[in-house]
């Protein structure tokens, strides 16, 4: 199967491609993902992308969509794939039918695991790591029984700048400016599927199958 997965930070969602991936048997592909092999393996469209990244600019879409091509044209993603963290943008989607297109393929379906932001931000607020050691912990979710101290080496627990619930907050709502309008692309092409993530990990995994055996 061809798949892309959506969902916004804190979903659960690279957990559920894991998953999904090792069960249908096709590659995991996340833009991190191509982004780094690009640019280890230094083709022309990786040390392109290197020079944005390297000065802290975005990549553009003409690049980032030239890698993702060359991802997808390899061997392992000729029985499916797994798209993850790509598309984000409706142009970029655009992109993707076109690459598609030249590659004689299509995606089968696009799975949007939802989750309401008030318990994201539980998730993304809740993480603690170890200053020692860097074990991680979440207030409510996985606690160390040693407080705020870590209970492996008794280092102290902090929250990272990036998990603060201001951070946090302006992550999702670049999340919901961008890809709202990806969802209605996708409903628009019957490719959408809806799985509710605020449940336990299993539940989600059988959610999702039971939608992709259903459409």
Same mark, same amino acid.
């Given at each position: 199967?061809?798949?892309?997965?959506?969902?916004?930070?804190?979903?659960?969602?690279?957990?559920? #491609? !894991?998953?999904?991936? !090792?069960? &249908?048997?096709?590659?995991?592909?996340?833009?991190? !993902?191509?982004?780094?092999? #690009?640019?280890?393996? =230094?083709?022309?469209? =990786?040390? @392109? #992308?290197?020079?944005?990244?390297?000065?802290?600019?975005?990549?553009?879409? +003409?690049?980032?969509? =030239?890698?993702? *091509? @060359?991802?997808?044209?390899?061997?392992?993603? *000729? %029985?499916?794939?797994?798209?993850? =963290?790509?598309? /984000?943008?409706?142009?970029?989607?655009?992109?993707?039918? %076109?690459?598609?297109?030249?590659?004689?393929?299509?995606?089968?379906?696009?799975?949007?695991?939802?989750?309401?932001?008030?318990?994201?931000?539980?998730?993304?607020?809740?993480?603690?790591?170890?200053?020692?050691?860097?074990?991680?912990?979440?207030?409510?979710?996985?606690? %160390?029984? #040693?407080?705020?101290?870590? $209970?492996?080496?008794?280092?102290?627990?902090? $929250?990272?700048? !990036?998990?603060?619930?201001?951070?946090?907050?302006? /992550? &999702?709502?670049?999340?919901?400016? $961008? +890809?709202?309008?990806?969802?209605?692309?996708? *409903?628009? $092409?019957?490719?959408?599927? @809806?799985?509710?993530?605020?449940?336990?990990?299993?539940?989600?995994?059988?959610?999702?199958?039971?939608? &992709?055996?259903?459409?």
């Amino acid at each position: 199967m061809r798949i892309i997965l959506m969902g916004p930070p804190g979903a659960g969602k690279g957990t559920q #491609a !894991d998953l999904l991936t !090792d069960k &249908l048997g096709i590659p995991h592909i996340s833009t991190g !993902d191509m982004f780094r092999k #690009a640019v280890k393996e =230094g083709t022309p469209l =990786g040390l @392109e #992308a290197r020079r944005y990244m390297d000065s802290g600019q975005l990549v553009p879409d +003409t690049v980032t969509v =030239g890698i993702v *091509k @060359e991802r997808l044209a390899e061997p392992d993603c *000729k %029985s499916g794939f797994l798209l993850d =963290g790509f598309p /984000r943008t409706v142009p970029q989607a655009d992109a993707l039918d %076109s690459t598609l297109i030249d590659l004689g393929v299509s995606v089968d379906k696009v799975i949007n695991v939802f989750v309401a932001r008030d318990a994201l931000l539980v998730r993304l607020t809740g993480r603690r790591v170890c200053k020692a050691c860097g074990a991680t912990y979440h207030v409510k979710f996985n606690p %160390s029984a #040693a407080g705020d101290k870590c $209970q492996t080496c008794g280092g102290k627990l902090y $929250q990272r700048s !990036d998990d603060t619930e201001e951070t946090v907050a302006n /992550r &999702l709502d670049v999340y919901e400016k $961008q +890809t709202s309008p990806l969802i209605e692309y996708y *409903k628009k $092409q019957n490719l959408l599927l @809806e799985v509710n993530g605020d449940k336990p990990v299993e539940e989600v995994t059988q959610a999702i199958f039971a939608a &992709l055996g259903s459409n």
